[in-house]
T-cell receptor, first 115, second 111 residues
Framework: EPEVTQTPSHQVTQMGQEVILRCVPISNHLYFYWYRQILGQKVEFLVSFYNNEISEKSEIFDDQFSVERPDGSNFTLKIRSTKLEDSAMYFC?????????????FGQGTRLTVV | GQQLNQSPQSMFIQEGEDVSMNCTSSSIFNTWLWYKQDPGEGPVLLIALYKAGELTSNGRLTAQFGITRKDSFLNISASIPSDVGIYFCAGGMNRDDKIIFGKGTRLHILP
């Protein structure tokens, strides 16, 4: 069964450092998302991406965050200068789009720990 | 902003019992989704609902999209140990739009 793949599964970084979280969405999907989940809390929307551009972003997704689809398969989230409060699970998701029924499928997540 | 209120926050039940949990919103959603999250894993889609009044089953799971489009419930029949986890409702306005998650219902099953 096709799945969304995220790497690394766990990343520890020092405050102020840049991190790049990587995702390989399901191959025929057209819509891509990043969500985050602070430990023990709900899953929060960060950004959606379609047709090589951001279609929507939340207030969490400030200038420190950026997304990119550098090639035909990867979708990345970059945090430029990490803060302690960026520590969370980051989930990538993708959906097929189009006229057929679509749902967002989530990856296993990257646990980011900022120290 | 849009918020989903999910209840109960946690449940303790005996194996074999039926479970019911629900989700309400002050605003209308066009899509309701139910996800399950196991510890350290990403949310896994259980059921997707797209029409007001729609009742959909997936094995022992049944979910309904409320007529007012402001609520949804999820039922699990004859619970088994692997049902343990956190169940999230999520709502979306359009099929490919972001989805807003509720805070989750944590299901515990007593031996």
């Amino acid at each position: 069964e096709p799945e969304v793949t995220q790497t690394p599964s766990h990343q520890v970084t020092q405050m102020g450092q840049e991190v790049i979280l990587r995702c390989v969405p399901i191959s025929n999907h057209l819509y891509f998302y990043w969500y985050r989940q602070i430990l023990g809390q709900k899953v929060e929307f960060l950004v959606s991406f379609y047709n090589n551009e951001i279609s929507e972003k939340s207030e969490i997704f400030d200038d420190q965050f950026s997304v990119e689809r550098p090639d035909g398969s990867n979708f990345t989230l970059k945090i430029r200068s990490t803060k302690l409060e960026d520590s969370a699970m980051y989930f990538c998701a993708s959906s097929a789009g189009g006229a057929s029924i679509t749902e967002a499928f989530f990856g296993q997540g990257t646990r980011l720990t900022v120290v | 902003g849009q918020q989903l209120n999910q209840s109960p926050q946690s449940m303790f039940i005996q194996e074999g019992e039926d479970v019911s949990m629900n989700c309400t919103s002050s605003s209308i959603f066009n899509t309701w989704l139910w996800y399950k999250q196991d510890p350290g894993e990403g949310p896994v889609l259980l059921i997707a609902l797209y029409k007001a009044g729609e009742l959909t089953s997936n094995g022992r799971l049944t979910a309904q999209f409320g007529i007012t489009r402001k609520d949804s419930f999820l039922n699990i029949s004859a619970s088994i140990p692997s049902d343990v986890g956190i169940y999230f409702c999520a709502g979306g306005m359009n099929r490919d739009d972001k989805i807003i998650f509720g805070k989750g219902t944590r299901l515990h099953i007593l031996p």
